[in-house]
Every structure is written in C-alpha cells, then in structure tokens.
C-alpha cells in the first residue's frame, strides 16, 4: 500500500471526526434561550417567524404557565419591530380560520398554562418595521394583570413554522 493511500485511509475518518466536532462546537455556540420567571408566571422562550419582504405583520408566540392559586391575565405586549401588539385569538368559524383581536387579553388559568401558538391564541405585531429574519432576535416586553411587565426576548424561527425554533433542544 502506497504512502498516500495509506494517509488517505487515516484523514477519512479524521475529516468525519473535525466535521463532527465543528458541528458540536456551532450547537453549543448558539444560546439557548431560558425559560422567564415573573410571579407564579413562567414563560417559554418567545418566537415568531420571518416575514416575506413588504409583510406588515407577524406572530409572537410561547407558553405561559401559572404555578399560583389566582389567574392572571397576559393584558398587552410590546415588540421593538413592530408599530403596536395585539393579542388574537384564532378559532373556525362556519368553517372558516378567523382571528379577533381580545381587547381584555388572555387568561392564564390558575395552576394551568395558556399556549400561544400558530392557529390559536397569539401576538399580532402590526406594523412591522422591517422583514423579520430567521434566526434573528428581537425584544418586548408583556405585561401581565397580576404579575406585571416582564422584557423578552423572541427567536424568529422559519417562513411558516409551527413550532419554537430551539424545541428540538427540550
Ligand atoms: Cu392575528
């Protein structure tokens, strides 16, 4: 067996094994993202989704959860990309996907979790100042009846997601 096959037989697995690393390396480089605290209230790290170019508006989505004994209510929310928030709810009506805005928010029951999510509850960030790009990251704030306001941070997923772009990491 010649020099070079025999080098080529030992860089084989070598160049798998560096791309394996790299690959390890890129994953632990990227954040997660925490779950937030504030009162009983805990929040799964928020998202949305990028927006095709001249798109006006985007979700915001997560999961609240209420560990007290009284519910709370998520009453507003801000986003820095966005004019103004609100907070719809989707549902089918005469067997058409509808969403209306709910002017006094959404419960979080007590002792349960409310989800926000594509196709049901969720933000509705108007305005948008800018297409929203996979994986960027944007702030706001939510602020809750009880528990008060809280600053997050959103991971923008892909076009039409339907879940959190770090799921896969739970
Ligand atoms: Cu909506």
Not at 39 to 59: D, E, F, N, Q, Y
Not at 87 to 112: F, N, Q, S
Not at 142 to 159: C, N, P, R
């Amino acid at each position: 067996m010649s020099l070079f096959a025999r080098m080529r037989m030992i860089g084989g697995p070598l160049s798998v094994g560096l791309v394996a690393f790299a690959f390890v390396f890129l994953a632990i480089d990227r954040p997660l993202a925490d779950d937030i605290s504030v009162g009983s209230l805990t929040i799964s790290p928020p998202w949305s989704r990028a927006t095709p170019p001249g798109a006006k508006v985007a979700g915001g989505y997560m999961m609240i959860t209420n560990a007290g004994g009284e519910a709370d209510r998520l009453v507003s929310a801000t986003a820095d990309v966005a004019a103004r928030v609100e907070i719809h709810e989707m549902a089918v009506v005469d067997g058409v996907m509808k969403m209306r805005p709910l002017d006094d928010g959404v419960e979080v029951p007590a002792g349960g979790m409310v989800e926000l999510k594509p196709g049901s509850y969720h933000l509705m960030l108007m305005g948008l100042t800018g297409p929203l790009k996979e994986g960027d990251v944007f702030d706001g704030t939510l602020t809750f009846e009880k528990a008060g306001s809280v600053d997050v941070t959103y991971q923008i997923g892909a076009m039409g997601s339907d879940m959190a772009p770090d799921h896969h990491h739970h």
